[in-house]
């Protein structure tokens, strides 16, 4: 059997064990009234009521996808330590780092399912109440795919060395800094000292810039853009998920399962 299967094999187990998880229905289910809560909004409005209704699609989508991205991520790994079936998976031919592999692959097919149920419900809304559908939108749900993508190896990454608690917390606060480091960065420009500016600086290149994935600003209001405004982000966050999955599995490989 090679290395892609295996990594092939755990990923659908993950997704199996993933599906039964009580907490990933009910924050689908929140993201779906929230989205339904921005149709009843949007009737009360008599201007801008497309853009508040995409607006309300939008956040619910990105918000409770990030959430049931952590929350459910950040214990995979931890329940197979603790039910001990960890033992009995790393004694076959399966290396810690294709068991690491196929957790995050699974975990991140998990969510880009609900993500596309949320879609689904998304466009069905709009087409219901008329709000235009453009490029725009394709390729705003395309970046919070990799947005996810990125936000599942920050877990995978955490779950790889530390508790649940803490791995959340951990991931929760990446992904508040990943959307804040820009105004940081900026702030730290204006400042008059040296040091600041550069630690500000630094600090940006470091964390994830998760902003470069907020494309919905440009679809609800049908703004253009550039070939570039898709593809560089989506390069920086491939790049970014390869960085944090080589040092979880460096991390994993070290750890003391015992």
Known sequence: MSAWLRIWTIAINTLREAVRNKLLYTLLFFAIALIGFGVILSTLSYVESERILQDFGFAGIRLFSVAIAI????????????????YTILSKPLSRAEFLLGKYVGLLVTIWLQAAIMIGFFVVVSIGTG?????????????AA?????????????????????????????????????????????????SIQQATALFHRVMPD???????????????????????????????????????VAIFERRDLR
């Not at 990446?174 to 480091?181: D, M, P, R, V, Y």
């Open 71 to 86: 929350f459910v991520g950040v214990s995979l790994i931890h329940r197979e330590v603790d039910r001990r079936t960890v």
């Open 210 to 248: 998760l902003e470069s994935f907020n494309f919905s600003i440009q679809a609800a209001h049908g703004l253009a853009f550039a070939a570039s405004d898709v593809w560089l982000p989506v390069a920086y966050g491939l790049g970014y998920v390869g960085i944090l999955l080589v040092a979880a």
């Open 146 to 194: 990799v947005e996810l993508a990125v936000i599942v190896a920050v877990a995978t990454l955490f779950s790889a060395f530390t508790t649940p608690m803490l791995a959340s917390f951990f991931s929760v606060g990446i992904w508040a800094l990943g959307h804040s480091t820009r105004e940081l960065r900026d702030i730290g420009a204006s400042s008059e000292s040296v």
């Open 131 to 143: 709000a235009p559908l453009t490029a725009a939108h394709a390729v705003a749900f395309g970046l």
